[in-house]
Structures are given as structure tokens and as C-alpha cells.
Nanobody, 121 residues
């Protein structure tokens, strides 16, 4: 059973930085894309950033220029570098991956359990 394991959340002051990390707990055959979503209290889950296997990225408008997504292919780890954090960035951040576990017979979507990011003074 593949699980996505996230780390790096916490409390940070406005203007500060955090880096989130996420990687599959077991081996996988191939990964099509990995990304980060977030959900603030009382709001729906929204895309923050996503990176495909060829390195293409897309970002939510609210985080462009402040957040950067990257991937380390050797370990299948995806990172989200968050700079100039604002109180409105406070949310639970979820890792997401579209991947094949054993072969190309069926692509599956996986979610992490989430890591809380709180931006407050």
C-alpha cells in the first residue's frame, strides 16, 4: 500500500518561510504528477501548485511569485518552498500524486494526510 508522507508544516510569522516535503512511503513504478493542495477552515480544498513528470509546473494565482514547487526524481520527493507567507496562507496542506504502482496498467491518485501551516504573529 502506497502512502504519501508529508512533513514541514508548523507555525511561522507573517513574511516568514517554510518548506514542505512529501514522498511515497513505498516503491512506485512511475509518477505522472505531484502537487500540493490546501484547505482552510470553512473553505473547499484548492490547488496550490503542481509539477508533472516532465517538470512543467502550474500555480494558483494567489501564490505565484511566493511559492515554488520542485521534485527530486531519485527519491520521488516533492517540495513546496513557501516564502513571504501571509495569514491567509494558513491551511492544512495536502500532498497529491498521480502514479502507477506496479506497471502502466492503471493510474491511481493518492493523497497525504495533510500538514498544518499556521501563519500568525
Amino acid at each position: 500500500q502506497v502512502q504519501l508522507v508529508e512533513s514541514g508544516g508548523g507555525l511561522v510569522q507573517p513574511g516568514g518561510s517554510l518548506r514542505l516535503s512529501c514522498a511515497p512511503s513505498g516503491s512506485v513504478f512511475s509518477i505522472a504528477a505531484m502537487g500540493w493542495y490546501r484547505q482552510a477552515p470553512g473553505k473547499p480544498r484548492e490547488l496550490v501548485a503542481r509539477i508533472t513528470d516532465d517538470g512543467s509546473t502550474n500555480y494558483a494565482e494567489l501564490v505565484k511569485g511566493r511559492f515554488a514547487i520542485s521534485r527530486e526524481y531519485a527519491s520521488n520527493t516533492v517540495y513546496l518552498q513557501m516564502n513571504s507567507l501571509k495569514p491567509e496562507d494558513t491551511a492544512v496542506y495536502y500532498c497529491n500524486a498521480d502514479l502507477w504502482v506496479t506497471d502502466y496498467s492503471g493510474r491511481e491518485e493518492y493523497w497525504g494526510k495533510g500538514t498544518l501551516v499556521t501563519v500568525s504573529s
